[in-house]
């Protein structure tokens, strides 16, 4: 009876982690150590020492971003783009953005929570290629419009080449 009591009370503690993680966050922690993947988070407080003092608006902006996290998949790509899509649904994660440049798709999904946004997603498709750069912030809808809209497409798709 006390090892089912500890089994129950095991798996009650694991849904409750993985229940206050996002779809994105379950995602990356499945799939960030497969072979053919690169993973990495970057805080972003270490952005901000490589500002400069003029740039007073990109700083306040990166006070209410946590964490950017990046997942870089060649051979498990195909696999991983499907998996992704089905992860990313799109009553949760809202399209903000979608450019097309040749055979590369870039698309921006942006999850709400409380009425700001909570993880803006930027997803590159390529024939053999996934990049997947996720913010976690805490930021409005505009915000997040500007932000996706200053990322230079031409150098992100070029990222893996």
């Known amino acids: 009876m006390r090892t089912l009591l500890t089994t129950l009370l095991l798996q009650l503690i694991i849904c409750s982690f993985t229940m206050g993680q996002s ?18 988070t970057i805080s972003t407080s270490l952005f901000r ?3 400069d003092s003029d740039e ?9 971003l946590d964490e950017v996290s990046f997942l ?5 790509s195909p696999t991983l783009a499907i998996e992704l899509e089905k992860t ?3 009553k949760e994660y809202k399209e903000l953005m979608v450019i097309k440049n040749g055979t590369s798709t870039v698309r921006f999904k942006a999850k709400e929570k409380s009425n700001k946004v ?18 976690k912030c805490n930021i409005t809808f505009n915000e997040a419009k500007a932000l996706a ?9 070029s990222f893996k080449q």
């Open 49 to 51: 020492f490589f500002l």
């Open 23 to 40: 779809s994105y966050s379950q995602f990356f922690d499945k799939n960030k150590n497969i072979k053919g993947v690169e993973s990495f």
């Open 88 to 90: 990313l649904p799109e």
């Open 72 to 76: 870089i998949a060649d051979a498990a």
């Open 118 to 135: 909570d993880e803006v997603v930027m997803i590159v498709t390529e024939p053999n290629s996934l990049v997947v750069m996720c913010i």
């Open 56 to 64: 007073q608006e990109l700083k306040d902006m990166l006070k209410k």
């Open 149 to 157: 809209s200053s990322v230079n497409v031409n150098q992100t798709v």
